[in-house]
């Protein structure tokens, strides 16, 4: 049996100002046996589809699989970027010699000039260079997807957790359906309904309502002896795309109208909840002033969750934490290339210095911050990370400087975004993160998945941002009119 791998991801967020183009993947882009050595051990849906194949002696034939490098803050995919890896994907299974089934690795959440539907065309292209067998896909959570993906693959899985730690799971699922379908011991078939439901991330975490409650929904069908996999992706609501929004998908063994039953059930039951998608969440100012309040209780560490951010200079946050004069707490990164390069050419570890740093990127910043402090770490930190995410993923950032501004208050200042999902991203610059209050992470709902079981609280906020957690602030083009709440049917 040969079963062909390839992927093609992207979370396009289309309100970022630059296009991504081949330079952005490229450098990234693995080919054939380095996809398979790239992703061995570390838990991604393309080892989980390895583990799988290999314990059962399937050949694997890896094509080609491209998702854009890190950093930057760019957004539509040129369409020669999205022709060049779609085309060597599809040439790739077309030259492969004799096939059994391909499992693609997608994420669903991109948006590519000239190609409505990204995904879904690609599965289109690669069925016409393998014929009729089994083609099945992984995508992540952020998926916006409709009938057309689930139209042209034989198979759509979805993660089943925000922070996404199944991808290794998600993608042995998709496996296993395989090996059993290409075996003639099941008959895929597939549903999909959209809710008509669009909503932020920061609403997503899987192990809170109202997530927690459709997916409840979703395990309990599971229980099934024909329904083999439930999905439901809320979405990206920073894809100014035609097929925005949630997403329930089905997979039964042969019975498509329990596959309908199942996706009209758990389509009405996330529509009931939708309000829920969309209730207000404190801004910076009131965020910060709770958050102390709850720290002087003795409930820190707490994790401010500025989810808007999307280009990692917003300065909301820091404005606040030094106006109302917080301590105990450090930023992992400002993103501000030429503030770092200022501090990398002209400075060394120990120097103080007095700086501006952040809000240039978007209308949405705020305005640039002076800090004064004193240079504690400067470097390109590597790491390895030690979170349920990415666990033993190998990290090499760009430039980064920490500057501790007393009272245990310290920012980095990076030439990137710079996250933490987990502690490794402080502790390699320099930061005993035991001694930190208050932890202000540019991030949605990932760093749980690691901060909750250090003993940190989530606190997310709403600050402005490319990413908002209210999205009446953006303007969709592309959006039907009846998506809740952001379609012209809702919102004006
Ligand atoms: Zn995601």
Known sequence: MRIAIAGFSDETCTFCPEPTTIERYEPWALRGEAILDQNRGIPTYINGYMKVLEAEGAEIVPVTYAARGPGGFTSWLTNDCYEKYANEIADGLRNAGKLDGVLLSLHGAMAATGVPKPEAELVRRCRAAVGNIPIMVTLDLHANEDHELTDASDGVFVLK??????????????????????????????????????????????????????????????????????????????????????????????????????????????????????????????????????????????VIADGADRTGDSTHVLAELLAQGAKNWAIPGIADPQAAKLLQEHHKVGD?????????????????????????????????????????????????????????????????????????????????????????????????????????????????????????????????????????????
């Open 161 to 302: 957790t925000y922070p996404h730690i199944d991808s290794e799971e998600i993608g042995e699922i998709a496996a296993r359906c395989m090996l059993m379908t290409v075996r003639g011991h099941f008959w895929p078939a597939q549903a999909l309904r959209k809710p008509g439901i669009v909503s932020a991330s920061i609403y997503q975490a899987s192990g809170y309502p109202p997530m927690k409650t459709v997916f409840d929904r979703c395990r309990e069908w599971e229980k099934n002896g024909k329904v083999y996999c439930v999905s439901v992706a809320p979405g990206y609501a920073y894809a100014d795309v035609e097929d925005i929004g949630m997403s329930v998908i089905a997979v039964t063994n042969g019975d498509q109208a329990l596959a309908e039953k199942v996706v009209n059930d758990v389509s009405d039951l996330a529509w009931s909840l939708r309000e829920a998608f969309t209730r207000p969440l404190p801004k910076p100012k009131e965020a910060v002033a709770e958050v102390m309040r709850l720290v002087a209780q003795g409930k820190g560490p707490i």
């Open 352 to 492: 103080k210095v007095t700086l501006s740093v952040g809000g240039w990127a978007s209308e949405f910043s705020g305005p640039p911050v002076l800090i004064t402090g004193t240079i504690e770490y400067m470097g390109e930190p590597q790491y390895e990370m030690i979170g349920p995410m990415m666990k033993g993923a190998k990290i090499r950032e760009g430039f980064v400087a920490r500057l501790n501004l007393g009272d245990s208050r310290h920012v980095g200042v990076s030439a990137h975004m710079r996250g933490a999902l987990d502690s490794a991203a402080l502790t390699a610059i320099g930061v005993d993160v035991n001694t930190l209050d208050i932890i202000p992470l540019k991030d949605r709902v990932h760093h749980r998945a690691y901060w909750e079981t250090f003993g940190a609280t989530s606190f997310p906020i709403d600050a402005p941002g490319i990413g908002p957690a209210n999205l009446s602030i953006l303007h969709y083009d592309n959006a039907p009119a009846d998506a809740y709440p952001i379609g012209s049917k809702w919102s004006r």
